[in-house]
Structures are given as structure tokens and as C-alpha cells.
């Protein structure tokens, strides 16, 4: 909507389909798209009103019979462009598996800020709906619906559809606009504010890339993780054992619990193989590579507080 406005007082955009990907000034650019009232769209259908037959003479129209201008069907949506669109895209398909009873009626009513009961007509259902590759979610209301969807791939779309204003105790004519854009937008807010996840599904490349890549930490040169190595996932895991954060952990402790997890007698794991100090350091400095270091005790002892 805000497209043609900041063309034609010349700020620069990048358009996203019927959206904006990134514009040069977007708090014009957004002070702009607000300014979109009920007048100024009733305006603009008298406008072309004018051009069509009507059924009413002019002396009609001047005693006061004329067409008044009411809202059928409403959108308002609030679009979040990703900074990395891959990374993006595997985030919102995690966020729909572990969100599929958003459709409850507990839910509904907190995403529309309604008293649902069990005579509130309409059903109380999550739906997921795949257009090609991409999925859509859809939370119903009613008449009304909430969706979200990848927007070509690159945002994240979540857009209230209002089929019936009197869904939620607002008229239908267009004055009403104000007050119905205040629950969309709301219902926008809200759903994102419902919405969880219990971790994070992806890692960033530039992360990836850091614990992956030789680096020099105090002065001291670590060499690469090499991540998928089992040897490397179960050193990770046991990095982060609560056990350690109380006094601690030893050469011996690390060979211990990492045959554990590889599945193997820890007598086979001599000091020597393992190599846990420059394992431990490899990993600790990999993480910590933008911080300063708290306290060490011994190279075997004290790392706990670097991973800490």
C-alpha cells in the first residue's frame, strides 16, 4: 500500500511482492502507509462511483439517497524481513511444528482477545496448508482467520483476515475502520507474542563457520573443530554437564564421561588419544573467541568457567 506514495515522493524501496523488502527512509515510508484513512478511501470510491450507472438521479443523491460504502473483507498484516532468508525459512517451519495446537480455544482467545465458550460458533482448528514448497499456517476465528506464511521466501508474513467486522463487535460501515484496524494489527502482535519455540532450530553460518575454523584465542593458536566428528559431538556434550560447574573437571573425568556417550570402555581412551587439553581448548576458545576469559586454573581444570 505504501508502495505507490513512496514512489511518487521519490524514496528509494526494494518492493517485496504487494510489501517492502527495505526502503532508504522507512519511518517515512511507514508515516506514509499510515496515513491510509477511511476518508481518503471513501474518497476514492466516489471517485470512480461517479463514472459507473447509478441508479439514482441527481435529485436523488441531493435529498440524500446514496450508496454508503461498508468493509466486506479487511487484511492487516505485519511483514518481518529476514536477514538470512535460508535460515529464516527452516525457522518458521520449526516454529509451525511445535506450535499446531495454536488453534485451541484457549489460544484463539488470547491471539483475538475474545471470551470464548463453547457456544462461540465456528471451529477451533490449526491448519497447515502447503502451496507448492512453502507452508501456511491458519488459526480460525469465527469468520476470521490469522495466517502466516514465508513471503517469497525472504519474510515472515502474519496477516489477520477479517471476513466479518461483526466477529468482533465492530459495524460494518467504513468509518469503522480505525477500530477494526486496532484488532488486526493487535491479533498480528499477539499471535507472535503465543507463539514458542524450544530452541534454536538453526545455527547461523557465521556461528557454524567460528567453531569450525582455526583461531587464536590469548595469543594462543587452536586448531578447528571438525563438527560432525562424533568424537567432537560428544566432547560438546559433556562440556556442558551441571556436574563440572561446581569444582570443576579433570582429564580423567572428560575420558570418562566421553566413552560413555561414544559407547566405549574408558580404559581405551588413554590421555594421549583423547588429547583433552587441546580439545577443551579448541572448543572453549572457538566460543569464546569475543570474550575475555574469567579465571584458569590448570589447562585440565578451570575451563568450566570459560564455557560457563
Known sequence: MAQAPGAKRGIAYEALDNGIASAHDPARLQALARQLSARKIEVFARRWLRLLPHPYT??????????????????????????????????????????????RPTEVALIFDRKVTRKTPGRFRTRVITAGVAPYLYVDYKRSFIKQYAKEGRALRTETVVNDTRDFAVAKRLHNLPALREVGFSANRRLLSVETISHDCSIGKAAFHQVTSPVTFNGQQASALRFEDPRVQALLAVLVSFSFLACGFSSKD???????????????????????????????????????????????????????
Do not use: K, W
Open 254 to 308: 572428560m575420558r570418562r564421561l566421553v566413552a560413555a556417550l561414544l559407547g566405549i570402555d574408558p580404559g581405551t581412551i588413554t590421555q594421549g588419544r583423547m588429547t583433552t587439553t587441546s580439545d577443551v581448548f579448541a572448543s572453549t576458545a572457538s566460543s569464546n573467541a569475543s570474550r575475555a576469559p574469567t579465571a584458569i586454573a590448570s589447562p585440565t581444570v578451570g575451563f568450566a568457567a570459560l564455557c560457563s
Open 58 to 103: 441527481r435529485d436523488d443523491r441531493a435529498g440524500g439517497y446514496h450508496y454508503d460504502i461498508s468493509i466486506l473483507q479487511a487484511e492487516f498484516s505485519l511483514t518481518q524481513v529476514f536477514d538470512r532468508p535460508l535460515t529464516g525459512r527452516v525457522f518458521f517451519e520449526e516454529v509451525i511444528r511445535e506450535n499446531l495446537d495454536i488453534g
